[in-house]
């Protein structure tokens, strides 16, 4: 606590001089600009922590389909990831016979090794809808667990040299190189000394062709290898450094700094094993995770896409007390919308318990009456997922929520592919 | 800015003048970053989840009652729910109560004039420069690690044994 008290100090003493990171002042006031609004408050998939699909559940133009995006690999100027040794161990995943659970959906039990992020069985289901054989799950988790392999090695190498960064503080232009894992798996379609083409998915596939250079590397079976054991028709993952261009004026309040790409160079290219398809959306976004619910963890909630019925973000209660404590507990729950009458909502969660949600205004009826039009008229009903986010003290057992606990109530969807129409869970 | 500078500020943009959002968002992006950084543990991730704290702030702002709390406290809420959101969803566990520390511990702080001229001084005065150069890169400009490993030609552990021996040193110079 202290250690990160001096560091609230520290910030606070920022001469005004310093001026602040333009790039993410722009992208922020882009998205309050823009009607398109990506959030990463909801995510269809988790195959990668920066590059995860994104979607924009809120305030939508009419008929507005909801966007799956790969977010930011080109947009948001990304960092180079922690240095790992050149091969890894190969991950592997092992799943249980398939079941079906409550929902209605066939899930399995998956265990991993040598998977970042993953160490414990965990639970993952087929989305209503996917024509997924039940034992694809395994590639699926298996390619999940490559390309973030590949994310967290990435970066070993130095990039080059690039000038101090007090060339902030300075009128000038200057060049800063980073490293990036591009999280699709993609086809070769013609692989030379100089140039890579890939193709595969329809979203992701990047201009092609791709700069290779005599530094780049290439990796098969998880050790250094050569150009010539990579070919058309093989499934690659690749790691590029970008170039960005950064341009700094100054103004009447210090200065500014805004920046173009210039350049992209790959720097490894990995053949891996499966189909392209199971590195990328079509198959990724088949499936979904289901986990014991925070603070309710006889629970079990679904990740996925959802739209927002209700938010509160109360000023109070929020602060520690004089010790330091915070007097409540953030939980989660999903369930079924078992009854409906005004401002209460009776939902059952997967346990079979029945929560009531107290709300302050008819979230259902309001968002039935004012917004499904944006959602092509999807409408909240019994029988519909939805999930809660609250906050109740810690000791608190009650399955009663008043409208000062509740933060927010989401529509649980199921959605799969870019450009489907919105599908409830 | 002051509280009441802030008011006002946030007065306009309920008005109307959204482009005086740049203000906040300029004023407390480099602690937000960090703090969110300091949750998940991962400056890229950090990043994103400021932002969109900072939208969503942006999106709630006609709920928010300055007379009730700071911005940056209630900012700092909306970004902490979020990188509990992103843990959930990342498979990530970290107790809550730890999270719960963050927020306390970095929203922004009122400090003296003074204690600010002491602690500029301090800085400056650190031994060998490159260590004044990575605080100021860091706390500052809002740096991640990575960056400063490029500048600095080494690794990310390395800042952090620089950032490290920083802090020390300075901690000594304030004592």
């Known amino acids: 606590m202290k250690q990160l008290l001096f560091e609230a100090r520290l910030i606070a003493a920022r001469p005004t001089t310093y001026t602040p990171n333009k790039q993410f002042t722009d992208r922020v006031m882009t998205g309050i600009h823009s009607p398109e609004i990506i959030s990463n408050y909801v995510r269809t998939m988790d195959v990668n922590k920066k590059e995860s699909f994104i979607m924009k559940v809120r305030h939508l133009p009419k008929l507005a389909i909801v966007a799956i995006a790969i977010g930011v690999l080109a947009i948001l100027g990304g960092t180079t990831y922690a240095a790992y040794k050149l091969l890894w161990e190969h991950p592997s995943v092992t799943i249980q016979e398939p079941t079906t659970n409550q929902f209605g959906r066939t899930q399995v039990i998956a265990s991993f090794e040598n998977c970042t992020n993953q160490s414990a069985a965990t639970t993952f289901e087929i989305k209503a809808g996917s024509t997924l054989d039940p034992s694809e799950i395994e590639k699926i988790l298996q390619a999940r667990c490559e390309i973030e392999a590949l994310r967290e090695w990435s970066g070993t190498t130095t990039p080059p040299k690039r000038p101090n960064p007090s060339m902030q503080q300075t009128e000038g232009t200057y060049s800063q190189t980073m490293r990036m894992t591009y999280p699709v798996g993609l086809e070769v379609v013609s692989i030379d000394a100089t140039s890579l083409a890939l193709t595969g998915d329809t979203y992701n596939t990047p201009e092609n062709p791709l700069v290779l250079t005599d530094k780049t590397q290439y990796i098969v079976d998880n050790h250094e290898s050569t150009i010539d054991q990579i070919k058309p028709g093989d499934t690659v993952l690749y790691v590029h450094d970008v170039t960005y261009d950064f341009v700094t004026k100054k103004t009447a309040t210090g200065y500014n700094t805004s920046s173009t790409v210039s350049n992209r160079v790959v720097t490894h290219v990995v053949k891996v094993d499966l189909p392209f398809e199971y590195y990328g959306p079509s198959k990724q976004n088949q499936i979904a995770e289901r986990e014991a619910c925070m603070g309710n963890p006889q629970d079990s909630c679904v990740q996925g896409a959802a739209i927002v019925l209700y938010e509160n973000y109360p000023t109070a209660p929020i602060l520690p007390d004089d010790n330091g404590e915070v007097p409540f507990d953030s939980r989660e729950v999903q369930g079924i919308i078992i009854d409906h009458s005004g401002t209460t909502l009776k939902i059952q969660s997967s346990s079979g318990r029945v929560f009531t949600l107290n709300t302050p205004r008819d979230i259902v009826s309001d968002f039935n009456r004012t917004r499904s039009a944006e959602y092509n008229n999807v409408t909240v009903e019994k029988g519909d997922m939805i999930q809660v986010r609250y906050a109740v003290d810690k000791a608190s057992t009650s399955l009663e929520l008043g409208p000062s606990e509740i933060r927010s109530v989401y529509l649980e969807l199921n959605m799969i592919q870019k450009g489907d129409p919105i599908q409830k869970y | ?175």
């Open chain 2, 1 to 175: 800015m002051s509280m009441m500078d802030e008011e006002k500020c946030i007065a306009k943009i309920l008005a109307g003048d959204t482009d005086a959002y740049r203000e906040l968002v300029e004023r407390y992006q480099t602690g937000l970053i960090i703090h969110c950084e300091n949750i998940l543990n991962d400056r890229q991730e950090g990043e994103d989840v400021a932002q969109d704290a900072f939208i969503k702030a942006y999106e709630n702002l006609k709920n928010f009652s300055a007379s009730k709390a700071r911005f940056s406290t209630w900012l700092y809420r909306i970004a902490t729910n979020m990188c509990i959101d992103t843990l959930r969803r990342n498979r990530r566990k970290i107790p809550i109560e730890h999270i719960e520390q963050h927020l306390e511990a970095t929203v922004p702080k009122h400090i003296e004039k003074d204690e600010i001229a002491h602690l500029q001084k301090c800085i400056e005065e650190l031994e060998p420069p490159k260590y004044a150069e990575i605080i100021k890169a860091y706390f500052w400009e809002g740096k991640s690690y990575q960056e400063l490993a490029t500048t600095y030609n080494t690794t990310t552990g390395t800042i952090g044994t620089w950032m490290r021996r920083a802090k020390h040193q300075l901690k000594e110079k304030l004592s």
